[in-house]
């Protein structure tokens, strides 16, 4: 059962780009706590959060088009599952 997305047993459940939004500030207000930490060891987290903000951001973009395409489809979602199998 998803403890955190929409789904059929958790109807009150987020959807994945909101998730990954929240992730995504949450690693911006860290990396600007450290962007002026000159240590090579900052710098070297700091470039590893920005790529996995990319990557959040990517991400981020996919489940959103998966929405688009869903509420496209089949129109927005009420509870039961669109596609799939309802579990």
Do not use: C, W
């Not at 998803?2 to 929240?22: C, H, M, Q, T, W």
């Not at 900052?42 to 903000?53: E, K, P, S, W, Y």
């Not at 951001?57 to 129109?75: M, N, Y």
């Amino acid at each position: 059962m998803p403890r955190f997305l929409i789904s059929d047993d958790n109807p009150a459940g987020y959807k994945l780009e909101d998730i990954l939004a929240v992730i995504r500030a949450d690693v911006i207000t860290k990396s600007a706590k450290i962007a002026n930490d000159e240590r090579p060891e900052a710098q070297h987290v700091l470039a590893n959060n920005v790529r996995v903000l990319q990557l959040l951001t990517e991400a981020i973009d996919l489940a959103r088009d998966s929405t688009r395409t869903l509420d496209r489809a089949f129109g927005p979602a009420h509870g039961a599952p669109r596609i799939g199998e309802a579990v």
